[in-house]
């Protein structure tokens, strides 16, 4: 039996990921909560891989937020994801563990890079202001994933998932991305009878977004891919991989998605003095595709599962 460490398992990406591990026979799921590990304490995460012995980590764990969060928090951003990546895949590498899997996040790439976003586009220019802090983590963690694998030959590897929505997402009225924002904000429309929803920003941005359990699907593919073969399309310093659907849609698309999936009848208007963004963030998701995996998650379909979730457990989820 495989003993595998899953950090950040009550967040949706770490949930999504327990889920998927269910079906793997030979595998035991390793999970803590925040307050029986703190991640962001280096002496106790020592301790706790030293005890617990697990075989791979997969370090789904991070603080995360649409971009009121990640402008209103730009220090709590920085410092609480580094300081999860430096413990945990130090304290990983320690204790010889050989397999590690590092989620990421598309906000990585430039600002203003060619769209759909390549991996090789790490780096090669300016970031998007509103979430920089945040990037700057996530790119320190891929490289630290790469740095431990060329001085130490381990076999730790990093996904960028694109922008992610399903079971167990956060729908806080402020500090929540855009599906579960609009979410929570077309049935609260719809319940309370109000004829009109403001959308945040001009509606022109386009984003691309993936089912939660597409994503962990496609997150433990690449994790259990023969190192041989993953290398055949990775590079020693240039070694993620995008995970996404490879299509997008406008914020105007998706709130009007979003309306009819929650059956919200009246108008929407869109509040341009919040910000935008990012213009547009699409993934090139050719890598992946080539390894042979593809999300089957539609987005309409993804919605509805979403919002299904959302309405049977809204008196628990992060509201």
């Known amino acids: 039996m495989k003993k595998v460490f899953v950090a950040g398992h009550n967040g949706m990406v770490g949930g999504a990921i327990c889920r998927q591990l269910t079906k793997y026979s030979d595998v035991e799921v390793i999970t803590r909560t925040r307050a029986e590990l703190d991640l962001c304490n280096q002496s106790a995460v020592m301790d706790f891989i030293k005890t617990e012995r697990p075989d791979e980590v997969i370090l789904a764990a991070a603080k995360v937020g649409g971009i009121h ?14 300081q999860i990546q430096n413990n945990v895949i130090h304290a990983a590498h320690l204790n010889d563990v050989q397999k590690l899997l590092f989620l990421g996040s598309s906000c990585i790439y430039p600002r203003q890079v060619q769209q759909p976003m390549r991996e090789d586009a790490l780096l090669t220019g300016v970031l998007e202001p509103t979430n920089e802090p945040y990037a700057i983590a996530k790119i320190a963690g891929i490289k630290m994933c790469e740095s431990y694998n060329r001085q130490y030959r381990r076999d730790y590897r990093s996904v960028m998932p694109t922008n992610l929505y399903g079971p167990g997402d956060n729908y806080h009225p402020e500090n929540s991305h855009v599906v579960p924002a609009l979410i929570r904000r077309f049935h609260e429309a719809k319940e309370n009878k109000i004829d009109e ?45 995008n995970i996404g659907t490879g299509t997008d849609v406008t914020i105007r698309e998706l709130a009007e998605t979003i309306k009819n999936v929650v059956g919200f009848t009246g108008k929407i208007s869109f509040d341009t003095s919040r910000f935008d963004g990012t213009p547009r963030k699409l993934m090139d998701v050719g890598r992946l595709k080539r390894l042979g995996f593809e999300a089957s998650t539609s987005l309409m379909s993804g919605l509805e599962m979403a919002y299904s979730d959302f309405v049977e457990n809204k008196e628990e989820l992060r509201m």
């Open 69 to 82: 969060a990640n402008s209103a928090y730009p220090a709590e951003f920085i410092y609480q994801n580094l």
């Open 197 to 241: 929803v403001v959308v945040w920003g001009s509606g022109t941005p386009k984003r691309e977004f993936l089912y939660v359990d597409d994503m962990a699907e496609a997150s433990l593919f690449v994790h259990n891919l023969d190192q041989d073969e993953f290398a055949v399309h990775t590079q020693p310093m240039l070694s993620h991989l």
